[in-house]
């Protein structure tokens, strides 16, 4: 018997939380994978990301409402539970009786020993729902924060000292609310209008956005965007904002021979290829062979004929490369802190900022690896995907402290807030030159 969006939804959480998966990959997977209305995809993400951007809440919760430890309930059954209080607290169209009816049904399928225990936790939650909600109203303490926002304690303490109390606030309340998604047009196979026409007869509607040319937003879909005819003729790949910024600023030109040091899963290389007119020459370096498999079906896909893949360790000096480059690009590996909204579970990834501290090294030593790639006059970016000075501007500063034949260029550095840069996650860009 086919399993419904909620029994899938429960499937996607446990794989993201048990396995460290990524949500939106988890997601994107499941939802290939079906034939769903519009409507049950919406219900399918809506409780997956739900869930997971509120687990602390509602494991608070369950933990009130349930005798037995959160910690020793089976992990189906939890998740089960979990998903069922997201809906019950967030999903108002839908009655407390009917969720707790699918809830039973779905645990009778799986385990039917547990369906009675499911069936209790909920109707209780169910009875006790308002007053729970009142007493998580949030207040100023950072422990009512951290349960209202479901944020470790330590995160929201590092983002009040580095932002301040009420711009703290404002990022929290932003990354409650699901992202836009973006596309970027490629230029080598089609124009930005042929790309919108070609994605509207496939039911998919999208619109141009000011910063990138080639930059395209979804606004509504009807099918899956890896399902269109663009997608699987290669005229497009799906990219955050934040990424394509940073291509923009390293600006490669035709001819020029560039070096992206971390470059899974690629969609920065295959962007480079493009503004380059497949001139030139790109080496995708990158540890995770995995992921390198797939950015060169992305770069089949995509139609690119300059671009290299390799196997590479960005913080060992490989001697045949040292002033070899015009430019270097290093998205550096990091916590993804700017990346909650469309990835929540990043949220409980990291134990403390001691965790943070030790990836800043090894980002230090990955920029002292691509400064002695570029050749003199040449060009470094460098990006992270997060939010706080450890792995950003204290990275950069420090090696530019170091290194008197680099300094920043142009733009500089550049901090995209998602507060402040509507549509962008949060990103920091720092764009370094070497003195000739």
Same mark, same amino acid.
């Given at each position: ?61 369950? %933990? ?8 020793? @309930? ?14 019950? &607290? ?5 009655? *407390? ?25 909920? +109707?209780?939650?169910? +009875?006790? $729902? *308002? ?6 109203? !949030? ?19 590092? @983002? ?13 309340? =932003? ?26 007869? *496939? ?70 290829? #493009?503004?380059?007119?497949? =001139? ?22 995509? %139609? ?6 390799? /196997? ?29 909204? +469309? ?28 400064? $002695? ?15 706080? !000075?450890?792995?950003?501007?204290? /990275? ?6 170091? #290194? ?6 142009? #733009?500089?550095?550049?901090? &995209? ?7 962008? *996650? ?6 370094? +030159?070497?003195?000739?």
């Amino acid at each position: 018997m086919k399993k419904t969006p909620r029994e899938k939804a429960v499937e996607a959480i446990q794989i993201v939380v048990e396995k460290k998966s990524f949500s939106n990959i988890v997601v994107n997977e499941f939802i290939h994978q079906e034939n769903w209305s519009k409507e049950d995809t919406k219900l399918f993400v809506n409780i997956v990301y739900g869930t997971l951007d509120q687990m602390m809440k509602l494991e608070g919760c369950l %933990g009130v409402v349930s005798k037995r430890p959160v910690k020793k @309930m089976q992990f189906q059954v939890k998740y089960i539970l979990l998903a069922s209080i997201y809906q019950m &607290l967030n999903l108002d169209r839908i009655p *407390d009786f009917a969720i707790v009816n699918e809830a039973v049904k779905i645990t009778k399928k799986t385990n039917p020993s547990a369906s009675g225990f499911v069936n209790g936790i909920l +109707r209780n939650f169910a +009875r006790q $729902k *308002d007053d729970l909600t009142k007493k998580m109203a !949030p207040s100023q303490s950072l422990e009512s924060l951290s349960l209202h926002y479901s944020y470790p304690k330590w995160i929201i303490h590092e @983002m009040i000292a580095y932002y301040g109390h009420s711009a703290t606030l404002n990022i929290l309340e =932003t990354n409650k609310r699901r992202p836009d998604l973006f596309l970027r047009c490629n230029l080598l196979k089609c124009k930005p209008n042929e790309l919108i026409h070609s994605l509207e007869i *496939d039911g998919i509607i999208v619109e141009q956005v000011q910063w990138i040319p080639e930059a395209l937003k979804l606004i509504e879909s009807e099918r899956h965007l890896t399902k269109s005819n663009a997608y699987l003729n290669g005229w497009f790949q799906i990219q955050s904002l934040g990424s394509m910024m940073a291509v923009d600023m390293l600006d490669p030109v035709p001819g020029e021979k560039i070096f992206d040091m971390a470059a899974a899963p690629g969609g920065k290389s295959i962007f480079m290829a #493009e503004r380059m007119k497949n =001139t030139g020459f790109i080496l995708a370096g990158d540890l995770s062979v995995k992921r390198l498999n797939q950015l060169k079906g992305h770069i089949n896909r995509m %139609g690119i004929s300059n671009t290299t893949t390799k /196997v590479h360790d960005a913080t060992i000096v490989e001697h045949s490369f040292i002033n070899s480059f015009d430019k270097v690009l290093l998205d550096a590996p990091c916590s993804s802190l700017g990346m909650i909204r +469309r990835k929540p579970e990043i949220k409980y990834a990291h134990k403390n900022k001691g965790q943070l501290i030790k990836m800043s090294e090894v980002q230090k030593e990955m920029l002292r690896t691509a400064s $002695k790639y570029v050749k003199p006059g040449g060009t470094i970016l460098y990006s992270t995907c997060t939010m706080l !000075p450890y792995e950003n501007e204290d /990275v950069v500063m420090e090696f530019l402290e170091k #290194e008197s034949e680099f300094m920043l260029d142009g #733009e500089g550095m550049k901090f &995209l807030n998602p507060t402040i840069h509507e549509n962008f *996650d949060g990103f920091y860009i720092a764009k370094i +030159r070497r003195v000739e």
